[in-house]
Each structure stands twice: as C-alpha cells, then as structure tokens.
T-cell receptor, first 115, second 112 residues
Framework: DVKVTQSSRYLVKRTGEKVFLECVQD?????MFWYRQDPGLGLRLIYF???????EKGDIPEGYSVSREKKERFSLILESASTNQTSMYLC???FGNGQGREKLFFGSGTQLSVL | AQSVAQPEDQVNVAEGNPLTVKCTYS??????LFWYVQYPNRGLQFLLK??????LVKGSYGFEAEFNKSQTSFHLKKPSALVSDSALYFC??????????FGKGTKLSVKP
C-alpha cells in the first residue's frame, strides 16, 4: 500500500515562527500536494508539485512556500506563522500524468495550532 | 470557475436504510468527478471516480455514484447504510491544472 507520512500529528507554534511541515511518500509518485482543511471550507489547495524542484501555486499560496528537493519529499513552509494559519494540513501524492494523477493518497494530517 | 457544491453539511441515516450524499458541479467542459471519504482521525481515501462512459459508477465499500448531466449532479449512494459508514465525504472535480478541487464536505451520521 502507498504510504504518505506526515512528520507530526500535532504541532503548536508561536506567531512569527518559521514552521516546517514535512511529507514523505514511499511509492515513487511524481505528484505531491499540500491542502489545508478547515471546517465549513473543505479542502483548499496550497501548493503542488509534478516533479522534483518544480512547484505550482494552488488557490491559497499566500504566506506559504514549498520545497521539493527529492522526489519522495515535499515540505510546506510557513515563513512567519500567523493565527489564521491554524488548521489541519494534509499532504497527498499521486502517480503519473494521466488519469491516475487524480487518485490521491493522503497522509493522516498535521493539526497546526498557532498561538 | 470550475467547482463542486455539497448542499448538505450533515446527513443523518438509520442503519440499514439507503443513503444519498449530494454533489453538484459547475458546467464547464467535461467534468472528471470524484468522491473521497475521511474516517475519524484518518486521511482521506479515494472512493470512486467518473471520467466517461456509464453514468453509474461503482466504488469501494459498496458505494456508487450516479452522474446526471442534465441536473449537473454526481450524488453518492449506498443501498444499505452501516454505522461504520459514518464519516466526512468530499466530492471533487479535476481542475484546469490537473489538480483536484474539493467541495466543503458532508458529514454522514449513521445511527443504529
């Protein structure tokens, strides 16, 4: 089975801190995604990547950046954490560039609280 | 803009009864539509997808979904609900960049 591992299940940070959320997948997937999940808003795409060292902005990239130096790892960076970034962050990966791209495999999520 | 809408925040069903979780999509090209499920304290899991062809799509755990072009809908259905089906369900469609655009989610509660 595909495994998408997010480094922390729960994280508490202070306003202004630089925060790193790590995601690793073990199935050699080309595509990786970062979403945030908020009650009543569903999932919103922050950034995604279809290849190593490649990144694309999603719907809500402001205040975030990403890094993909290796195929299996996709990091989300909060440059200066703010309270409105308190959320559940979900990492996902998928295979290829055809129809399989839309079958996403998700990690368990990181609940980030910014105080 | 391409989008999906889930008009119900919560659906309550008695165990053994049929269930429907509703989803409508904006009319823009040929929609590729998906359903995902999130069980408590777990990541989202793929249930099923509609790309083309038969309007009735069968997926995991006994779920199916019906694509209806005239009503721009893609409702998720199951003939007989289980308590273990209680979860958060998300409808999604393929976006212009190949990514997925998700709805806001519908909480399904199945009571014994």
């Amino acid at each position: 089975d595909v495994k998408v591992t997010q480094s922390s299940r729960y994280l508490v940070k202070r306003t202004g801190e630089k925060v790193f959320l790590e995601c690793v997948q073990d199935m050699d997937h080309e595509n990786m995604f970062w979403y945030r999940q908020d009650p009543g808003l569903g999932l919103r795409l922050i950034y995604f990547s279809y290849d190593v060292k490649m990144k694309e902005k999603g719907d809500i990239p402001e205040g975030y950046s990403v890094s993909r130096e290796k195929k299996e790892r996709f990091s989300l960076i909060l440059e200066s954490a703010s309270t409105n970034q308190t959320s559940m962050y979900l990492c996902a990966s998928s295979f290829g560039n055809g129809q399989g791209r839309e079958k996403l495999f998700f990690g368990s999520g990181t609940q980030l609280s910014v105080l | 803009a391409q989008s999906v809408a889930q008009p119900e925040d919560q659906v309550n069903v008695a165990e053994g009864n049929p269930l429907t979780v509703k989803c409508t999509y904006s009319v823009s090209g040929n929609p590729y539509l998906f359903w995902y499920v999130q069980y408590p304290n777990r990541g989202l899991q793929f249930l099923l997808k509609y790309i083309t062809g038969d309007n009735l799509v069968k997926g995991s755990y006994g779920f199916e979904a019906e694509f209806n072009k005239s009503q721009t809908s893609f409702h998720l259905k199951k003939p007989s609900a289980l308590v273990s089906d209680s979860a958060l369900y998300f409808c999604a469609r393929k976006g212009g960049q190949g990514n997925l655009i998700f709805g806001k989610g519908t909480k399904l509660s199945v009571k014994p």
